[in-house]
């Protein structure tokens, strides 16, 4: 991305959020004209303020387009190699030079629009800038209407001696894509959370200090030496709960930042989004482990270089030691995978990949009453799907037979979901949508129809995923794995030798942007092969306690249960993601006894024996294998239960994934609770084959499957649903 210093000076306001375009619907094809950027190395422009909201554009982009006279609007092919960035320049003498940087998107290019050089907006078609759909946003004045706004298409202009509309403002745009926002101010090297814009403050507002009014333009200026540049910008919120000494309470404080000299950290959803990006950040940020160990022996050694860092140690009577630890693990043998008729492979490196679409899945459903959705510019990529679904799916034991399908002329979401309305009905088993490209409203609109009013399993396809000729028929194998577990079969599973044992999985998801109601999701095996699952989502209020939903949660299992199987389970083992040490004492004392009651509340007399396991992803511990040329990740199945635990807990770390790139994290599992007295093995080895169970993936995952089943649905419902789902999916995992 090339940018005129943004960057450096910490311009925050930089929003990647995908919003959707205003503008006018109403106005003729004669009242806008959409014009493609001709940049170069040298390309800026410059948009000076006219008045409220408003900005001119008041030069060329490009030399290409210098000839066109002042009363004429070009069309200029876009030149990918060349810089996108421009200055945005209010001639007010308040404000400073505002830069924006823009961005490309991989499908459609940044789309600016050019005029001349004309300053008379009654003489000459100096176009009036009315909605402007780009990567990011400047900072904007207080007395002034922002109308940047980020999107993918084109810009829209409007000849200002037509008739004027409203330009379209995004302050509630920016709030939405900001809050949450973590940002780092390199004055004090300290990060804060944004939780509001301030556009009613700026740097020249005052705050009371040593009993006197002081501006944040003299505050930085006497404190830190900085010199803030835009007396207009306004300011970041942002809040903090400290527990002040002596008081049982925590007290808020509130900090305002000036977005100057605040930096950005993290990536944005819509990056992460991005799978090209993500694949050339992994890149760099994935560090082989001889890179990460050569990296922490030379900061052992610039440390014991540093005379100040050793006088710092000796004072607490602290050394560094200048190796690593050294200790010896153990290494459970490879899982045996159990596929349709009682066929078993090993899983080397726990990696099972190429044998999920040769075999036949344990628990096929065949697919004879479904529905393909699709847009008309789709047609060839659907009937391209069903065709290889139809044909591939033989092997895997599955039967397809030809859907109905219906076709779409607009991509509205209410086309959508008016269509769903309209072909739902009792003898459907799933319904497939292929979708011209990836759009979160879309997906919520469908999804909140499909899991909550009209309750079906659902399958939505982005369309560029089936454009890819060479790979289509791995991926449509994939989809047809995925559908058939939404419609209640199972792929594979592991020996697990036990005897009426439930196994429970309970994830939370927070969004941190918007400080809605938090999401728990909680999944319990129905089954002895552990492949049938009751699922069922907890939206949790700000002041209602997650253990109030846990409860019924476990109260509603424990009836399908029974219903199954004829008999209560006699011991319920519980592993429980998405919790801190400083929730441990929480957990144990509250949170599993009130699960204990209300077990036995529901049928008297039953006292299951409880075993609650607290499973720790987000952890800093680094685990290394020696080999002759260096170290190596350990392989999957790798054990350390000693020398680095805890002393007063029942832990131990499994590395449970085969990593291809960087260095593998392993996984910490706290045993808080065991009224079974499981040995220590069995749990490690419980834990490990557990890994293999998340059919989304044809191998292990770092958590327990049953964990990765909670965080799926707590994230959809959180997500897109935002209700409690209907009761008929609770048996199907339809959230994969």
């Known amino acids: 991305m090339a940018g005129r210093g943004s960057i450096g000076r910490g311009l925050i306001l930089k929003l990647l959020e995908e919003t959707r375009a205003g503008g006018d619907e109403n106005s003729s094809a004669s ?22 909201g408003r900005f001119l554009l008041d030069s060329l982009m490009d030399q290409s387009v210098q000839g066109h006279s002042s009363k004429e609007l070009s069309t200029a092919p876009s030149d990918e190699s060349a810089s996108d960035s421009f200055l945005i320049k209010p001639t007010s003498g308040r404000g400073r030079v505002l830069e924006l940087l823009i961005e490309k998107t991989c499908a459609e290019k940044s789309i600016l629009a050019q005029s001349t050089d004309g300053t ?28 940047i706004r980020r999107g993918t298409k084109a810009f829209q202009i409007r ?10 403002a995004i302050r509630r745009n920016g709030l939405e894509a900001l809050l949450g926002a973590v940002v780092l101010t390199r004055y004090n090297n300290k990060t804060y959370r944004i939780d509001d814009i301030l556009y009613t403050e700026n740097p020249m507002s005052t705050f009371q200090m040593n009993g006197k009014d002081v501006s944040y333009l003299e505050y930085y200026k006497s404190h830190y030496d900085i010199d803030l540049t835009d007396e207009m910008q306004p300011l970041l919120l942002s809040r903090e709960e400290r527990r002040i000494s002596g008081k049982e309470e925590k007290e808020t404080i509130t900090f305002c930042l000036i977005p100057e000299i605040c930096y950005l950290t993290g990536i944005t959803d819509t990056i992460r989004e991005d799978q090209k990006v993500m694949r050339d950040i992994a890149t760099i940020t994935r560090v082989t482990p001889n890179q990460r160990v050569d990296a922490m022996n030379t900061f052992c050694k610039n440390l014991d270089r540093c005379k100040e860092a050793k006088d710092v140690l000796a004072g607490w009577g602290l050394e560094m030691d200048m190796n690593a630890l050294k200790l010896v693990g153990r290494q459970l043998e490879d899982e045996e995978i159990i596929f349709g008729r009682g066929k078993t492979i090993k899983a080397e490196r726990a990696d099972f990949n190429k044998h999920c679409c040769s075999n036949q899945l344990y628990k096929a459903i065949d697919i004879t009453n479904w529905i393909v959705i699709y847009n008309k510019r789709d047609t060839k990529v659907a009937q391209q799907f069903i065709d290889i679904m139809q044909r591939n799916s033989a092997p ?103 005897k009426n044992v439930m196994i429970c999985g309970i994830d939370t998801y927070h969004d941190s942007k918007k400080k809605d109601n938090s999401v728990g999701g909680f999944v319990a095996s129905l089954n002895a092969s552990y492949t049938e699952w009751y699922s069922r989502a907890i939206i949790q209020s700000q002041k209602e306690e997650l253990v109030n939903g846990l409860s019924q949660s476990l109260v509603a299992s424990l009836d399908e249960y029974k219903r199954r199987n004829n008999v209560l389970p006699e011991k319920i083992i519980i592993f429980r993601d998405g919790v801190g040490d400083g929730q441990l004492k929480m957990v144990k004392e509250y949170e599993l006894q009130q699960l204990i009651q209300a077990s036995a509340l529901k049928h008297p007399g039953y006292k299951p024996q409880f075993t609650i396991i607290i499973v720790q992803k987000r952890i800093n511990t680094r685990l290394f294998a020696t080999r002759a040329n260096g170290v190596d990740n350990p392989a999957p199945g790798c054990i350390i239960d000693h020398t680095i635990t805890r002393r007063f807990l029942y832990d131990f770390f499994l590395v449970p994934q085969n990593v291809r790139q960087g260095t593998v994290s392993p996984t910490h599992y706290i045993v808080l609770h065991d009224d079974n007295n499981f040995s220590p093995d069995v749990l490690q080895r419980l834990s490990f084959k557990m890994c293999f169970m998340y059919y989304n993936w044809p191998g292990t995952v770092r958590v327990p499957a049953c964990c990765q089943y909670a965080h799926k649905l707590a994230f959809l419902v959180g997500q897109s649903v935002k209700k409690q789902p209907a009761d008929i999916l609770s048996t199907k995992l339809y959230y994969l």
């Open 396 to 498: 895997m034991g599955l039967k397809v037979s030809p859907p109905k399908t219906e076709i779409l002329t607009d991509d509205k979401n209410d086309q959508y979901v008016q269509l769903l309305r309209k072909v739902i009905n009792a003898a459907l088993q799933i319904i497939v949508i292929i979708c011209p490209s990836s759009r979160d409203d879309r997906y919520a609109a469908i999804k909140k129809v499909c899991c909550g009013e009209l309750p079906i399993p659902t399958q939505v396809i982005n369309a560029k995923t089936l454009a890819n000729e060479a790979k289509v028929r791995g991926i449509v194998a994939k989809i047809a794995l995925q559908m058939n577990c939404k419609i209640g079969g199972s792929l594979w599973t592991v020996k697990i030798p036990f």
């Open 120 to 147: 008379d907006g009654a003489d000459s078609a100096a176009v009036q800038l009315e909605e402007i759909k780009i990567e990011s946003v400047e900072l904007v004045q207080p007395e002034m209407e922002p109308v």
């Open 31 to 52: 009242d806008t004209q959409n014009l493609q950027t001709t940049s170069s190395e040298s390309g800026l422009g410059s948009i000076r303020s006219a008045g409220r």
């Open 159 to 168: 000849d200002p001696r037509r008739k004027s509309t409203q330009c379209v």
